[in-house]
C-alpha cells in the first residue's frame, strides 16, 4: 500500500504518449488515472484518424446517409474479465447513475441471444446441431488439444486436419463465428479451443454471448473516450506518428516521438522519467468502402501509418518483432463486410419470419452452401445513438471475398452494394420481394485487407512482448503483442494488453485479471464431450 502511494505521487509528474487511438491506448490511459494514480493532464493520445476507437469504428456515416461500420467484436459471459473491469469504471453513454457495464449487463437480461436459424440453406433454416465430426476429425482435435503450442509454431490449420474436416457444420459454426481460415495459425487454432471450451455446446445456438446495447462504438468507446476527456486527457487527433527514435544504453529507451499533423512536421522529445506506450499494427487499416453502385478499391500498404511505423520500430531493434509475418500476406488476411441500412422494416420482419429470431436475438446467420460464406447479423435496434426510428441497420460479411457468387457471377470483393444484396437476397429466398428490399436499402461493401492478419501462422519471436526485454520507458499495445493462453480479434485481448503494459511498465503491485479457464471445470469437459459426438 504504502509502495503504491509512492508511486501515485510520483507518477503525477510524469507524462505519458500513448501512439494509437484504439481501445488498448484508451484502456491504457483509464488504468495510468485510475491506477497509477497519473495525472490525465499529463496523457497525451495520437491518432491518425478524425475519431478514436481504432478497429471499433461504427459511429462514422457514408456519404450516403447510410451508417457503415467495419465490423463486431465477440463478447462472452463471463470470460472476458478485462473488459468487464475496465468497463466497470466508466459511467453509461446514456445513463451517468450507471456504469458501461451495467448498461450491457441489463440489456442482455432483457434480450437474450439464442439462434434458431444458425444455418440457412436455400432461404430455409437447416440443421446446425449435428457437427457432423468423424471419428477421425475428433481424435485430431484432441491431439491438437493435448499438444503443447510450441510444436506447432508456423503450421496452418490445413496443414494438421484433413479436407473433409472443412465441410462439417463445426467448421462452418466455429470459422463463421471466430473468422477463422483453413489457412489461419493451427497454433492460435488451439488457442481459440482453449479459450472457447465453455461455448463449444453452444456453437449452433450462440447462447453464450452477450451483445452491447448499440454498436461496439457507442457502447464502449464513447463512455471511455467521454469520461477520459473529462479527466483532461489530450486527444490530438489526425495526427500521424512517423517515427520512434530509440536508444540503447543500460536500458532501450523511447527518446522522441516523430509526428505529422496538418502538413507539418514536429518532434516530441520524451523525458527521462516519461512514459510511451505502442500500438502496433491495425487489422483495419486500409479498409475501403464502397457505394450502392460501386465496389470497394483495395488501398496499399504504403499508405498505412499503423504498418510503417511498426516496421521502422522492427529495423532498429529485434524486440518489436517481425511485422511482415502479418502484413505482407493480405490475400490470405482479406475478408469483406457490408452494412446495409434501410429506409422501412420490410426485409427486418421478413428475416425475422424466417429464421425465428426477434431482431438482436438471433446472434448471426450463416448460409451453408454460400460460395463467398456469407454470415448476417441483425442487431436490435437501434442499432446507433443518434439512428432516426424510421430506419433499420444491419451487417454482413464474407470470408470468401474472391470467390464468385452463387447468384451473381463476380468475386465479392469486386461487387457492389447492390450486388452483394442480390446475392443475399437470393440466398434467403427473397426474391419476390426484390425490387421493395432495394428500394428500401443502401448497402456499403467494405474491403479490410488486413482484418485476420493477427490470425497468421506464426513462431516464437514474431509476436513482441507487451513489455519488452531491456524495455525501460516503453511498452507495447494491441492485437499484435504476445500475451500467452489469450486469443487475438478479441476487444479482450486489447485491454488486456494495456492492463499488463501499465501495471508492468510501472511495477505496480496489481495482478492482471486473470484468464477464463473453463477447460478445467468437470461440467464444461462432459458438455464439450457431449457436444463432441453429436
Request: proline share 4%.
Given at each position: 500500500?504504502?509502495?503504491?502511494?509512492?508511486?501515485?505521487?510520483?507518477?503525477?509528474?510524469?507524462?505519458?504518449?500513448?501512439?494509437?487511438?484504439?481501445?488498448?491506448?484508451?484502456?491504457?490511459?483509464?488504468?495510468?488515472?485510475?491506477?497509477?494514480?497519473?495525472?490525465?493532464?499529463?496523457?497525451?493520445?495520437?491518432?491518425?484518424?478524425?475519431?478514436?476507437?481504432?478497429?471499433?469504428?461504427?459511429?462514422?456515416?457514408?456519404?450516403?446517409?447510410?451508417?457503415?461500420?467495419?465490423?463486431?467484436?465477440?463478447?462472452?459471459?463471463?470470460?472476458?474479465?478485462?473488459?468487464?473491469?475496465?468497463?466497470?469504471?466508466?459511467?453509461?453513454?446514456?445513463?451517468?447513475?450507471?456504469?458501461?457495464?451495467?448498461?450491457?449487463?441489463?440489456?442482455?437480461?432483457?434480450?437474450?441471444?439464442?439462434?434458431?436459424?444458425?444455418?440457412?440453406?436455400?432461404?430455409?433454416?437447416?440443421?446446425?446441431?449435428?457437427?457432423?465430426?468423424?471419428?477421425?476429425?475428433?481424435?485430431?482435435?484432441?491431439?491438437?488439444?493435448?499438444?503443447?503450442?510450441?510444436?506447432?509454431?508456423?503450421?496452418?490449420?490445413?496443414?494438421?486436419?484433413?479436407?473433409?474436416?472443412?465441410?462439417?457444420?463445426?467448421?462452418?459454426?466455429?470459422?463463421?463465428?471466430?473468422?477463422?481460415?483453413?489457412?489461419?495459425?493451427?497454433?492460435?487454432?488451439?488457442?481459440?479451443?482453449?479459450?472457447?471450451?465453455?461455448?463449444?455446446?453452444?456453437?449452433?445456438?450462440?447462447?453464450?454471448?452477450?451483445?452491447?446495447?448499440?454498436?461496439?462504438?457507442?457502447?464502449?468507446?464513447?463512455?471511455?473516450?467521454?469520461?477520459?476527456?473529462?479527466?483532461?486527457?489530450?486527444?490530438?487527433?489526425?495526427?500521424?506518428?512517423?517515427?520512434?527514435?530509440?536508444?540503447?544504453?543500460?536500458?532501450?529507451?523511447?527518446?522522441?516521438?516523430?509526428?505529422?499533423?496538418?502538413?507539418?512536421?514536429?518532434?516530441?522529445?520524451?523525458?527521462?522519467?516519461?512514459?510511451?506506450?505502442?500500438?502496433?499494427?491495425?487489422?483495419t487499416t486500409n479498409s475501403c468502402f464502397g457505394s450502392m453502385d460501386s465496389a470497394a478499391q483495395v488501398l496499399e500498404k504504403r499508405e498505412s501509418p499503423a504498418w510503417n511505423l511498426w516496421e521502422k520500430a522492427a529495423s532498429k531493434d529485434a524486440c518489436f518483432g517481425r511485422p511482415k509475418v502479418f502484413d505482407d500476406h493480405a490475400k490470405e488476411t482479406?475478408?469483406?463486410?457490408?452494412?446495409?441500412?434501410?429506409?422501412?422494416?420490410?426485409?427486418?420482419?421478413?428475416?425475422?419470419?424466417?429464421?425465428?429470431?426477434?431482431?438482436?436475438?438471433?446472434?448471426?446467420?450463416?448460409?451453408?452452401?454460400?460460395?463467398?460464406?456469407?454470415?448476417?447479423?441483425?442487431?436490435?435496434?437501434?442499432?446507433?445513438?443518434?439512428?432516426?426510428?424510421?430506419?433499420?441497420?444491419?451487417?454482413?460479411?464474407?470470408?470468401?471475398?474472391?470467390?464468385?457468387?452463387?447468384?451473381?457471377?463476380?468475386?465479392?470483393?469486386?461487387?457492389?452494394?447492390?450486388?452483394?444484396?442480390?446475392?443475399?437476397?437470393?440466398?434467403?429466398?427473397?426474391?419476390?420481394?426484390?425490387?421493395?428490399?432495394?428500394?428500401?436499402?443502401?448497402?456499403?461493401?467494405?474491403?479490410?485487407?488486413?482484418?485476420?492478419?493477427?490470425?497468421?501462422?506464426?513462431?516464437?519471436?514474431?509476436?513482441?512482448?507487451?513489455?519488452?526485454?531491456?524495455?525501460?520507458?516503453?511498452?507495447?499495445?494491441?492485437?499484435?503483442?504476445?500475451?500467452?493462453?489469450?486469443?487475438?480479434?478479441?476487444?479482450?485481448?486489447?485491454?488486456?494488453?494495456?492492463?499488463?503494459?501499465?501495471?508492468?511498465?510501472?511495477?505496480?503491485?496489481?495482478?492482471?485479471?486473470?484468464?477464463?479457464?473453463?477447460?478445467?471445470?468437470?461440467?464444461?469437459?462432459?458438455?464439450?464431450?457431449?457436444?463432441?459426438?453429436?
Amino acid at each position: 500500500m504504502v509502495q503504491d502511494f509512492l508511486m501515485k505521487d510520483i507518477c503525477k509528474q510524469q507524462k505519458a504518449y500513448i501512439v494509437g487511438g484504439g481501445i488498448s491506448s484508451l484502456a491504457a490511459a483509464v488504468y495510468l488515472i485510475d491506477d497509477a494514480g497519473f495525472a490525465a493532464e499529463n496523457i497525451t493520445i495520437y491518432e491518425a484518424k478524425k475519431t478514436v476507437g481504432g478497429s471499433l469504428d461504427a459511429r462514422r456515416k457514408h456519404s450516403s446517409g447510410a451508417y457503415i461500420m467495419t465490423g463486431h467484436r465477440i463478447l462472452a459471459k463471463n470470460a472476458f474479465e478485462c473488459t468487464y473491469d475496465l468497463l466497470s469504471r466508466v459511467p453509461s453513454i446514456r445513463d451517468k447513475r450507471m456504469t458501461a457495464k451495467d448498461e450491457i449487463d441489463e440489456y442482455n437480461k432483457r434480450v437474450r441471444t439464442y439462434a434458431k436459424a444458425r444455418l440457412v440453406e436455400k432461404g430455409k433454416v437447416v440443421d446446425s446441431h449435428t457437427l457432423g465430426l468423424s471419428w477421425g476429425h475428433r481424435k485430431d482435435l484432441v491431439k491438437v488439444f493435448i499438444t503443447k503450442e510450441s510444436s506447432l509454431d508456423g503450421l496452418r490449420i490445413n496443414d494438421f486436419f484433413a479436407k473433409d474436416f472443412f465441410d462439417t457444420n463445426f467448421w462452418l459454426e466455429f470459422s463463421t463465428v471466430f473468422a477463422f481460415q483453413p489457412w489461419s495459425s493451427l497454433a492460435e487454432f488451439r488457442r481459440y479451443i482453449y479459450r472457447s471450451f465453455h461455448a463449444l455446446p453452444f456453437y449452433d445456438t450462440m447462447e453464450c454471448i452477450q451483445e452491447t446495447p448499440y454498436n461496439q462504438h457507442d457502447s464502449m468507446v464513447l463512455p471511455i473516450y467521454d469520461w477520459l476527456e473529462a479527466k483532461g486527457v489530450n486527444f490530438s487527433i489526425e495526427t500521424t506518428v512517423m517515427d520512434i527514435d530509440i536508444a540503447t544504453r543500460d536500458q532501450k529507451r523511447i527518446e522522441a516521438i516523430r509526428l505529422a499533423k496538418d502538413g507539418s512536421e514536429e518532434t516530441v522529445a520524451v523525458g527521462v522519467d516519461d512514459l510511451v506506450f505502442v500500438t502496433l499494427g491495425s487489422m483495419t487499416t486500409n479498409s475501403c468502402f464502397g457505394s450502392m453502385d460501386s465496389a470497394a478499391q483495395v488501398l496499399e500498404k504504403r499508405e498505412s501509418p499503423a504498418w510503417n511505423l511498426w516496421e521502422k520500430a522492427a529495423s532498429k531493434d529485434a524486440c518489436f518483432g517481425r511485422p511482415k509475418v502479418f502484413d505482407d500476406h493480405a490475400k490470405e488476411t482479406k475478408w469483406s463486410s457490408f452494412t446495409i441500412t434501410f429506409k422501412d422494416r420490410i426485409f427486418f420482419d421478413m428475416m425475422e419470419a424466417l429464421t425465428g429470431n426477434a431482431e438482436g436475438t438471433g446472434g448471426g446467420t450463416s448460409f451453408r452452401k454460400s460460395n463467398w460464406l456469407l454470415s448476417l447479423t441483425l442487431p436490435h435496434q437501434p442499432h446507433f445513438l443518434d439512428q432516426p426510428d424510421n430506419l433499420t441497420v444491419c451487417w454482413g460479411y464474407g470470408l470468401r471475398p474472391d470467390n464468385k457468387g452463387n447468384f451473381v457471377d463476380k468475386k465479392m470483393s469486386e461487387c457492389s452494394g447492390e450486388e452483394i444484396l442480390m446475392e443475399l437476397i437470393n440466398h434467403l429466398g427473397f426474391g419476390q420481394k426484390t425490387a421493395e428490399i432495394l428500394e428500401s436499402a443502401i448497402c456499403i461493401p467494405c474491403l479490410m485487407p488486413y482484418i485476420t492478419s493477427q490470425f497468421s501462422p506464426r513462431v516464437k519471436g514474431d509476436r513482441p512482448q507487451v513489455l519488452p526485454a531491456g524495455a525501460g520507458n516503453f511498452a507495447l499495445l494491441g492485437q499484435y503483442c504476445e500475451i500467452p493462453n489469450d486469443i487475438v480479434f478479441t476487444v479482450e485481448y486489447s485491454i488486456r494488453s494495456a492492463q499488463m503494459a501499465v501495471y508492468s511498465l510501472l511495477g505496480l503491485n496489481k495482478k492482471v485479471e486473470p484468464i477464463y479457464k473453463g477447460h478445467y471445470n468437470p461440467v464444461n469437459i462432459y458438455r464439450a464431450i457431449k457436444t463432441l459426438l453429436r
